[in-house]
């Protein structure tokens, strides 16, 4: 299993005694789910519904789901809202007088006011099977868009895998670095006292003593060991087939966490500038991740 994208489009239609079916459904990345559902007025009763088959398939991003129901073309001739009809005479009447405007309205223009035509008449006749046929239809445009977002999602997990590998890379170069850290810290601390025109004999115990402290406070084994397991578990993760995406982004967290510590303590300069790179490869890995269901 790969993962999925949050990105994706589904559509579907279907058809009963009478109606058509019309959906359409698009999402898009967010960390919570938040789904908007568009109906026309006889099907929301269905919004609870709609929204349940929802959240059965899908766990995070924002969905857009519009759910349009027809008439069959020998019935959808439309009727006349005569309240919005009423309403929007007064409106233009209205602004004319305002405005010191000859109130000279045309029935056409009434006509092309919102909601004074309703095209979608879906009475208590077409009420058995209606669901039925909605249901079926989400159901498919569901399916497309999640066969979208894991098209994506496997492009993703390419990507996410290419950037994890190459941050490995960049951890084999500090764990080869690390046993001359010590070394490299005791010859510029002989050079600082030699510059300084100290004598001291490079046994000497306090100068033993003073890399012995520095040993213990630059050792980064845990910090490399804690490092390779986040990159484990997000391989497992990936391999899940499950819902991955908060659960990267948490480990891309820990991630950052143990990479600053790594560069505060190891005060080397090749380390530090291995950080750098291990830093700008997880900005990369986070980015795409923002993007995983």
């Not at 004598?199 to 406070?217: G, H, K, N, Q």
């Not at 505060?264 to 950080?275: F, P």
Request: aromatic share 4%; with cysteine; hydrophobic share 40%.
């Amino acid at each position: 299993m790969s993962l999925k994208s949050m990105t994706g489009y589904g559509t579907a239609t279907g058809a009963g005694n009478g109606f058509r079916v019309e959906i359409q459904i698009t999402s898009v990345n967010k960390k919570q789910p938040d789904i908007s559902i568009t109906l026309s007025s006889a099907m929301s009763q269905y919004e609870h519904k709609i929204d349940a088959v929802i959240r059965k398939y899908l766990s995070r991003g924002t969905l857009t789901i519009d759910v349009k129901v027809l008439l069959a073309p020998g019935l959808s001739k439309g009727k006349i809202n005569a309240e919005a009809f009423s309403r929007n005479v007064k409106l233009l009447r209205d602004l004319a007088k305002a405005n010191n405007i000859s109130p000279e309205i045309r029935l056409l223009d009434v006509l092309g006011m919102p909601d004074v035509i309703c095209r979608y008449d879906i009475g208590q006749g077409f009420e058995p099977g209606m669901w039925i046929a909605v249901s079926k239809a989400l159901t498919i445009a569901i399916k497309k868009l999640a066969a979208m977002r894991e098209v994506e999602g496997k492009e993703l997990e390419k990507h996410i895998r290419k950037l994890i590998d190459g941050m490995d890379d960049l951890l084999g170069r500090i764990k080869e670095r690390r046993p001359q850290i010590t070394a490299s810290y005791r010859n510029k601390l002989a050079k600082r006292i030699t510059d300084s025109g100290v004598c001291i004999d490079v046994s000497d115990p306090l100068l033993m003593r003073e890399l012995a402290v520095f040993a213990d406070r630059s050792d980064i084994s845990e910090e490399i060991v804690r490092l390779e397991s986040h990159f484990k578990q997000a391989d497992r993760v990936m391999k899940s087939g499950e819902p991955a995406g908060r659960i990267l982004d948490f480990l891309c967290q820990e991630m950052f966490r143990e990479i600053n510590t790594i560069g505060s303590k190891a005060n080397d300069s090749i380390v530090s500038e291995t950080v750098v790179g291990l830093k700008a490869q997880l900005e990369k890995i986070r980015e795409q991740v923002q993007n995983v269901e």
